[in-house]
Nanobody
Framework: QVQFVESGGGLVQAGGSLRLSCAASGFTFAIAAMGWYRQAPGKQRELVARITSGGSTIYADSVKGRFTISRDNAKNTVYLEMNSLKPDDTAVYYC????????WGRGTQVTVSS
């Protein structure tokens, strides 16, 4: 079945960096667009970044210039490099096929202290 395992989160000070990883299985990863999403307490889940099978990317305005999404099809893994982190980036981060997908992992907590 479709599965996602996110890792790499943690506690970091404002201005710091983290690199998230998401290992995917149960589908043909190489031909699938993948996204990173996040959900902060009391807020709806939102798109952070998305990458197509061909490597085209889109980013939420709030993270443009600070976050970079990438993928390694040989490892069935998608990454999110996060730099210049802000307290507003605090959330649980998930990877998924899309926002309406029924398949979600447990996510990884990112906490940015001021």
């Amino acid at each position: 079945q479709v599965q996602f395992v996110e890792s790499g989160g943690g506690l970091v000070q404002a201005g710091g960096s983290l690199r998230l990883s998401c290992a995917a299985s149960g589908f043909t990863f190489a031909i699938a667009a993948m996204g990173w999403y996040r959900q902060a307490p009391g807020k709806q889940r939102e798109l952070v970044a998305r990458i197509t099978s061909g490597g085209s990317t889109i980013y939420a305005d709030s993270v443009k210039g600070r976050f970079t999404i990438s993928r390694d099809n040989a490892k069935n893994t998608v990454y999110l490099e996060m730099n210049s982190l802000k307290p507003d980036d605090t959330a649980v981060y998930y990877c998924a096929l899309n926002l309406m997908s029924p398949y979600w992992g447990r996510g990884t907590q990112v906490t940015v202290s001021s």
